[in-house]
């Protein structure tokens, strides 16, 4: 079992940044694959960014490619996202999520565990 807890969500204008970060515990961190996935009012939630255990692949979706940064660091058990150049499209809740290394972490089926999610609103 891998608990997941965000925080770093809030308020900001549009062209601003936003740092939002997830601490992993319960299990080896080394050993999962790491994302960010976000749901705006009335919508599906959508795939934003993952990473892989060993840092050495990174996907973004159009979306956020060029604005978004995802980052981890395995001694802290951390997974971080960096978000530049914030749009009022980007106002969701994110969500942390995990899943094991076997695979990569893209859609919703991929995810084994889930944050409980931090809202971001961005003000126009």
């Known amino acids: 079992q891998v608990q997941l807890v965000e925080s770093g969500g809030g308020l900001v204008q549009a062209g601003g940044s936003l740092r939002l970060s997830c601490a992993a515990s319960?299990?080896?961190?080394?050993?999962?694959?790491m994302g960010w996935f976000r749901q705006a009012s009335g919508k599906e939630r959508e795939f934003v960014t993952s990473i892989r255990w060993s840092g050495d692949r990174i996907y973004y979706a159009d979306s956020v490619k060029g604005r978004f940064t995802i980052s981890r660091d395995n001694a802290k058990n951390t997974v971080s996202l960096q978000m530049n150049s914030v749009k009022p499209e980007d106002t969701a809740v994110y969500y942390c999520a995990a899943r094991n290394n076997y695979g990569d972490l893209r859609s919703l089926g991929d995810v084994g565990w889930w944050g409980q999610g931090t809202q971001v609103t961005v003000s126009s």
């Open positions: 319960g299990r080896t961190f080394s050993n999962y694959n």
